[in-house]
C-alpha cells in the first residue's frame, strides 16, 4: 500500500473517534446480498490485510478463494444444488464465511456476508380430460376393500326448504324458499367454489332441502361450501359398487389392470430395482406364459459359487460349459484353466463373492431354497427372470485380488460366444453359446490402442448375434474419463441411477459420464454415500438405496446375502431384461434387442442421449409389452442436469415449483406398471419443455392433458 492510502486511512480513522465513532477500515464486515432474480452479484468490501472464503454453500460459488487487499469478487448462485426435493422454497440464502487479518497481523476475526436469491416460478396443473369430470373424481382416501374411492359431485343440503317440481316445501324453521330463492342459493354456492378456482356445473334437485353440484369434491369444496351459514351439511357424492367375485374392477374407459406380482421372499421387499423396472407387471406376464425360448448369459466375472441355494437350477455347471479363463500365478484356486470358475476362498478373505452377486440379479430362484445352513435364510432373494427359461454361464476371469487382464477378458467373451480358446495348451468349446455377455469390470487407465484386442473380440460376438453390455464405471464425482471395455464401439456402455425420493431416479454421483454411455439401470447409491429412500428397514435399521443380491460368507463358508452398488449392479439388469426379449420373442437376434431396448427407455436428464444416462434407463415393463397392473395419474419433473424434482399437486391437479434457472422436461402422465413414473415410453403423457432465467422468471404452462 502506498504512503498516501496509509496517511488517507489514519487520518479517516483518528476523525471518526474524534466524533465519537469507531471505524477499522481494514476489517471485514457483515454484509447481506440481494440477487433477486439474477444469477451473480458483485462484492467489493476496501481491505487493508488478507482474507480467505472459510466456507461457503454449494449453490453459491465465489469467483476467488483468498487474496490480500480489497475484496472485489463475483458471487454466483447454482440455485439447482439448493432446491429441496418438493420445490417448495421461494426464496434460498445462504452463508458466506470470510477470516481477514490486519497487514501487521495483529488483528483478525470473521465476517458472514448473507446472499440471497429469488428462486423462478414454474406452474401448471396436471388434468385428465379422458376420464376425471367434475363428476367423476377419485379422491385420496380407499376403501376397506382396497378399492380406490370414487366420488361424482357434491351433495349440498340448506337449512330451509328447497324446491321440488316447482312445489314450495316448508323447512325446518317454517320459512318458505321460493324457486327464485332456490336458485340464488346455488348460485351462491357456485360463485363461491369459482372464486376459488373451482369449477362447478349443473345442478339437481334431490328433495326439499337438497341440491348436487357437479364439482370436484375436495378438502377445499367441501370446507368453502360448509362455510356458508345457510348450509346445513355437505357431503361427497359417493360411488357405490356392486359385490362381485370376478376380479378387479375399473371406471369406463380405464385400461384393465391386471395384479402386479409381489414375490413373497424373504429380502424381496428390499429389492426397489425390480418395482422401479417394472417387473412386478412384466411378472405378472410371466404367469399367462410365453416365456419359452431358452437364454443362456454368459457372467464374466469372479466366478460364482455353485453351492449358494438360491443359484440353484440357475446356472450352467461344470460340467455343462462354466468356465475358468484364470491362468495367473495369483488366481486363487492354485491351477490354471478349466471347468470350474468358483469363486475360491484365499487367506483373509470373509465376505464377498462379485461373480455371485451379479449372477443373483439374473437368475436368484423365487420361493423355498432349503435349510442350507443354521440360521440362512430359507427364501432369501429373487432375479429378474422368474419363471423365464434363462440361464448364467459363469466364466471366471477375475483372479484373487480382483483383477483381469485384456488377454482373459478376450478369451472369455470369445468363449462366451462359441469360439474355440486354446489356454495352456488345451481347448475350450462352449457347448452353450451365450446370447448375451455381462462384463461388470474394466478400468478408465486403459488407452484406446491397449482396449482394441477386447474390442475386436467384442465386435466379432456381435457378428454371431451376441449383444455384450459392459459396466460404465466408477469413477471419481464427474470422472469423464472412457472405461473399456463399456467404451468399446459393439459393446453396450451400462451407467448407474439411483433413487431420487420422487418421481424419477437420478444418475449415480459415481457413474462415469462420457459419450459412449447408452443405457443406464439402477445400482444403488452408496459407492460414496448412502442414500435411504427406499423405505426399508433390515432388522430394525433403515436400508440403503443399494443393490441387494446373492453373496458368499467366507469367513463362514456358507452362503448370505449382500448389498453392493455400482456400474457392476447396473449392468446386470440390463443383460437381464435383453435375455427376457429373447426368451419372449419379441427380439430374436442383437440389433433389434438393442433397438427395443432403448426405444422404449425413460429418457432422463437432458431429452435425448446424454452422457450421464445414455438413451435413458431401461424400462422392462415397457420393452417386454407386459399388461397394465396401475392407472395413476401424476406429474414427472426433471432438469437437464438430470436432477429430479416433485412438487404436490392439489386436489385438481395443480402445482407451483420454485426452481433454478436452466431448462426442464415436465411431464403429466400416467403410470401403468406400478413403478412411480408418470408418462414412460408405454404411457399416456402430455411433455413440455420449459427454460427458466432472469429472462424468464416465472412460466405458466397451462394445462399437462395426457392422450387416453
Known amino acids: 500500500m502506498d504512503a498516501r492510502r496509509r496517511l488517507a486511512l489514519a487520518s479517516l480513522a483518528l476523525l471518526l473517534a474524534g466524533c465519537g465513532q469507531l471505524s477499522v477500515p481494514d476489517r471485514v464486515r457483515d454484509q447481506t446480498f440481494d440477487l433477486g432474480l439474477e444469477r451473480t452479484v458483485q462484492v467489493s468490501q476496501p481491505h487493508v490485510g488478507r482474507w480467505t472464503v472459510a466456507q461457503r454453500p454449494p449453490w453459491l460459488q465465489v469467483s476467488a478463494g483468498s487474496g490480500e487487499g480489497d475484496l472485489d469478487l463475483t458471487v454466483t448462485a447454482d440455485r439447482a444444488l439448493a432446491t429441496p426435493l418438493t420445490a417448495s422454497q421461494p426464496q434460498l440464502s445462504g452463508d458466506i464465511v470470510i477470516t481477514w487479518a490486519s497487514e501487521d497481523g495483529t488483528e483478525e476475526g470473521r465476517a458472514t456476508w448473507t446472499v440471497r436469491a429469488e428462486q423462478y416460478r414454474l406452474t401448471g396443473r396436471v388434468l385428465d380430460t379422458a376420464r376425471v369430470t367434475g363428476r367423476d373424481v377419485a379422491a385420496s382416501s380407499t376403501l376397506q376393500t382396497g378399492r380406490p374411492r370414487q366420488t361424482r359431485g357434491v351433495i349440498v343440503t340448506y337449512r330451509r326448504a328447497a324446491v321440488r317440481d316447482g312445489v314450495t316445501g316448508k323447512g325446518a324453521t317454517g320459512e318458505r324458499l321460493q324457486a327464485q330463492d332456490a336458485g340464488t342459493e346455488a348460485n351462491r354456492a357456485e360463485q363461491t367454489l369459482r372464486a376459488l378456482g373451482i369449477p362447478a356445473a349443473a345442478r339437481h334437485s334431490l328433495g326439499p332441502r337438497s341440491v348436487l353440484l357437479d364439482t370436484v369434491a375436495s378438502d377445499a369444496t367441501l370446507s368453502a361450501l360448509r362455510a356458508d351459514p345457510g348450509v346445513a351439511s355437505v357431503t361427497a357424492n359417493v360411488v357405490l359398487h356392486a ?180 489356454l495352456g495348451g488345451q481347448t475350450f468349446t462352449n457347448p452353450h453359446p451365450a446370447q448375451v455377455i455381462n462384463l461388470s469390470l474394466g478400468g478408465d487407465r486403459i488407452t484406446p490402442e491397449e482396449a482394441q484386442p477386447m474390442c475386436d473380440a467384442i465386435a466379432e460376438a456381435r457378428t454371431r448375434g451376441v449383444l455384450t453390455f459392459a459396466a460404465a464405471g466408477n469413477g471419481a464425482p464427474g470422472a469423464t474419463a472412457p472405461f473399456y471395455p463399456a467404451a468399446c464401439e ?102 433389434d434387442t438393442l433397438a427395443r431396448m432403448v426405444e422404449t427407455s425413460t429418457d432422463l436428464g437432458e431429452p435425448g442421449r446424454d452422457p450421464r444416462f445414455g438413451h435413458g434407463m431401461i424400462n422392462a415393463a415397457a420393452a417386454l409389452g407386459a399388461p397394465a397392473v396401475s392407472d395413476a395419474l401424476g406429474l414427472r419433473l426433471q432438469s437437464e442436469r438430470g436432477l429430479t424434482f416433485q412438487p404436490p399437486l392439489d386436489a385438481l391437479g395443480r402445482f407451483t415449483a420454485y426452481l433454478g434457472d436452466g431448462g426442464y422436461t415436465v411431464i403429466g402422465g400416467r403410470d401403468r406398471d406400478a413403478n412411480g413414473l408418470y408418462g414412460e415410453a408405454h404411457e399416456p403423457r402430455d411433455e413440455r419443455s420449459v427454460i427458466l432465467g432472469p429472462g424468464a422468471p416465472q412460466v405458466d404452462l397451462g394445462d399437462l392433458k395426457p392422450a387416453p
Open 243 to 422: 359385490l362381485s367375485t370376478a376380479g378387479p374392477e375399473t371406471e369406463p374407459g380405464a385400461p384393465a389392470l391386471a395384479s402386479p406380482v409381489t414375490p413373497g421372499d424373504q429380502y424381496a421387499a428390499l429389492q426397489w430395482a425390480y418395482p422401479l423396472l417394472g417387473y412386478r407387471a412384466v411378472w405378472r406376464d410371466m404367469e399367462s406364459g410365453g416365456y419359452t425360448r431358452p437364454v443362456t448369459v454368459a457372467v464374466a466375472d469372479s466366478g460364482v459359487r455353485f453351492d449358494h441355494p438360491d443359484l440353484a437350477e440357475g446356472l450352467w455347471t461344470p460340467e455343462e460349459g462354466a468356465f475358468d479363463a484364470v491362468t495367473t500365478l495369483n488366481n486363487g484356486d492354485g491351477d490354471g484353466a478349466d471347468a470350474d470358475p468358483t469363486d475360491p476362498s484365499v487367506p483373509g478373505r470373509t465376505v464377498g463373492s462379485h461373480g455371485t452377486h451379479v449372477a443373483g440379479i439374473i437368475v436368484a430362484r423365487w420361493g423355498e431354497n432349503g435349510a442350507s445352513c443354521e440360521g440362512c435364510s430359507a427364501t432369501g432373494v429373487v432375479g429378474a427372470s422368474y419363471k423365464a427359461p434363462v440361464k448364467v454361464l459363469p466364466i471366471r476371469v477375475l483372479d484373487a485380488q480382483g483383477n483381469t487382464d485384456v488377454a482373459t477378458v478376450v478369451s472369455a467373451v470369445q468363449y462366451a460366444a462359441g469360439l474355440p480358446v486354446t
Open 490 to 591: 459393439a459393446a453396450v456402455a451400462v451407467g448407474s441411477v439411483t433413487l431420487s425420493g420422487g418421481s424419477a431416479p437420478i444418475h449415480a454421483v459415481y457413474s462415469s459420464t462420457y459419450a459412449q454411455v447408452q443405457l443406464s439401470a439402477p445400482g444403488g447409491s452408496s459407492y460414496y454415500a448412502p442414500t435411504y429412500f427406499t423405505g426399508g428397514t433390515l432388522s430394525g435399521t433403515a436400508f440403503p438405496d443399494d443393490i441387494l443380491s446373492t453373496g458368499w460368507d467366507y469367513r463362514k463358508d456358507q452362503p448370505n446375502y449382500e448389498v453392493e452398488a455400482g456400474t457392476s449392479q447396473a449392468t446386470p439388469q440390463a443383460a437381464a431384461l435383453a435375455a427376457l426379449l429373447l426368451s419372449k420373442g419379441v427380439t430374436t437376434g442383437a440389433e
